[in-house]
Structures are given as structure tokens and as C-alpha cells.
């Protein structure tokens, strides 16, 4: 799977921005994968967002984002979709699309990047407060 994220920006607070990551997949289809969101902000270590199983129906958030970001699938389109909504200066990071070739095998394992077999080159977003 070659995956690759878009739509990062510079925005103020307050504001939102949505990401796309679009996936090219070969010898399987796009909806064998469950499709996860991480970010990385300078200094730090890199931090799950969120997950979406394959057919959409089940989501998965971290606390600091939850209510706030939306995250969502086409997969006719092989396309996973991040709303970020009310956006904070501390959602400022480089974020990172992935796919798990394995589905989601439970609530907390979403979570772990290294569950996750194929990853984008990554998008940057800044808020500005």
C-alpha cells in the first residue's frame, strides 16, 4: 500500500482544516485495512489520533481530540478523511496517515503505530493562536 497524506496547513485557532489520504493498493483491497491518523510535534514522539475500521463503523479517538476531529472513509475512492475541527495551537505537528493490514484486532492495539504496516509520507499543520 503507498499512501499519501494531504491537505496541511497554516491556520489560525479556531479554525479547521481537512486531511485526505489517498491510498494506491495492490493485491488486496482498500477495505482489508483499518486506516489510522498520528501526528509527531517537534521534540515529541509520535501519538495516535485516530482509527477507523474497514467498512467505517467503528472510530477510535484520543481524548485530546475527541469531539474535535472526525474521521471517516470512502472506500470506493481508497480514501481516508481527518476533520479537524476547533483546531489549538497544540495540534500543531506533522501527521501521518497508516494503514494496518490486520484490521483492528482491539480498542488499544489501534492505538500502537507499530501496528501499523504502511505509512504517508506525512502532511504538516500549524495553528497559529
Known amino acids: 500500500v503507498q499512501l499519501q497524506a494531504s491537505g496541511g496547513g497554516l491556520v489560525q485557532a479556531g479554525y479547521s482544516l481537512r486531511l485526505v489520504c489517498a491510498a494506491r493498493?495492490?493485491?488486496?483491497?482498500?477495505?482489508?485495512?483499518?486506516m489510522g491518523w498520528f501526528r509527531q510535534a517537534p521534540g515529541k514522539e509520535r501519538e495516535f489520533v485516530a482509527a477507523?475500521?474497514?467498512?467505517?463503523?467503528?472510530?477510535y479517538y484520543a481524548d485530546s481530540v475527541k469531539g474535535r476531529f472526525t474521521i471517516s472513509r470512502d472506500n470506493a475512492k481508497n480514501m481516508v478523511y481527518l476533520q479537524m475541527n476547533s483546531l489549538k495551537s497544540e495540534d500543531t505537528a506533522v501527521y501521518y496517515c497508516a494503514a494496518d493490514s490486520y484490521g483492528v484486532t482491539s480498542a488499544q492495539a489501534v492505538r500502537v503505530a507499530n501496528e501499523y504496516d504502511f505509512w504517508g509520507q506525512g502532511t504538516q499543520v500549524t495553528v497559529s493562536s
Open positions: 493498493v495492490s493485491g488486496r483491497t482498500f477495505n482489508n485495512y483499518a
Open positions: 477507523i475500521n474497514w467498512s467505517g463503523g467503528s472510530t
